[in-house]
């Protein structure tokens, strides 16, 4: 008797699974020719559940994806002076404890008149004010004048701006204010917390009419130094010098800074950003 030779024993199977292949290959070509083709990748995905995951988990990688982008990280407190006041939104109060803070990161651009030296010069603004409290303050601006700012918008030392305001009902010509009356200047808080000089009544108002000195050539944040005058002829000197100079030989003079026709320099919290001057 012959030796039979050996066969693996799932060779007989091969013909089956190849029967059955073609014959769900005729199914398919008969049937997917009479249906639409909605129809057919419904049927397609009957017989092959598993295409369906597909889709749907890279939908949903594609949320969970769009939800990482979308976060954000929470703004920063303003730390104190000396300090940068960090990730601070245009026009938003964000109250951090005891403290509240108009922040800014961009505004409006365009030019201001400021006095430098005995010229005119155009201030470019790019940037809302900086004010936050600490100070205390009753504006809605969180802007106090007569006490030193405790915020500052950036570390290290500013510069100073001195806004020269007409007080007292004088009303020097137009062309000699930077800022006329029932105007809010560029990039400038609308209402200021003058109680300090005038009492509880002027917790929350409107910001005076008034022209700026700058005594540095610098670019970036300034803050802010007030001085009243109270004279048409002492404002008027002021006007045709265009310097700080001439504010402090006002100011030392016994009979206008001691007459109180003009003002001592009253700190404040406020901070202008001038990107740069032109002549």
């Known amino acids: 008797m012959g030796k039979r030779e050996s066969r693996s024993p799932n060779l007989h199977r091969i013909p089956i699974a190849l029967q059955r292949l073609r014959h769900e290959h005729l199914l398919r ?19 092959n559940p598993h295409r369906r995951s597909v889709p749907v988990l890279v939908c949903l990688g594609a949320v969970l994806f769009a939800a990482g982008c979308m976060e954000s990280s929470a703004p920063v407190k303003p730390t104190t002076v000396g300090a940068v006041a960090e990730s601070a939104q245009v026009g938003q109060h964000r109250p951090v404890g005891s403290m509240a803070a108009h922040g800014v990161a961009s505004g409006e651009h365009g030019y201001i008149d400021g006095w430098f030296n005995g010229d005119t010069v155009q201030l470019h603004y790019t940037k809302m004010f900086f004010c936050v409290e600490p100070p205390e303050s009753g504006a809605d601006t969180h802007c106090e004048v007569g006490a030193d700012a405790e915020v500052a ?16 009902g004088i009303q020097p010509d137009v062309s000699t204010l930077a800022c006329p009356a029932g105007s809010v200047c560029l990039n400038h808080p609308a209402m200021i ?3 300090r000089l005038r009492g509880p009544a002027f ?9 700026h000195i700058v005594a540095e050539h610098h670019a970036g944040w300034f803050n802010t130094v ?18 700080l100079a001439k504010v402090r030989e006002l100011q030392a003079d016994p009979e206008v800074g001691g ?7 009253t700190p404040t919290n406020i901070f202008f950003f001038i990107a740069s001057w032109k002549h």
């Open 226 to 243: 007030n001085i009243r005058v109270s004279n048409l002829d002492v404002w008027n000197q002021i006007a045709s010098a265009k310097s």
């Open 153 to 168: 918008p950036r570390p290290g030392p500013i510069p100073t701006i001195y806004a020269v305001a007409a007080v007292g």
């Open 29 to 47: 070509s008969h049937v997917f020719e009479s249906r639409s083709p909605l129809h057919v990748r419904e049927m397609e995905n009957q017989m």
């Open 193 to 195: 917390d003058v109680s």
């Open 203 to 211: 917790a929350n108002a409107p910001g005076l009419p008034h022209s």
């Open 259 to 265: 007459r109180g026709l003009i003002s001592q320099d």
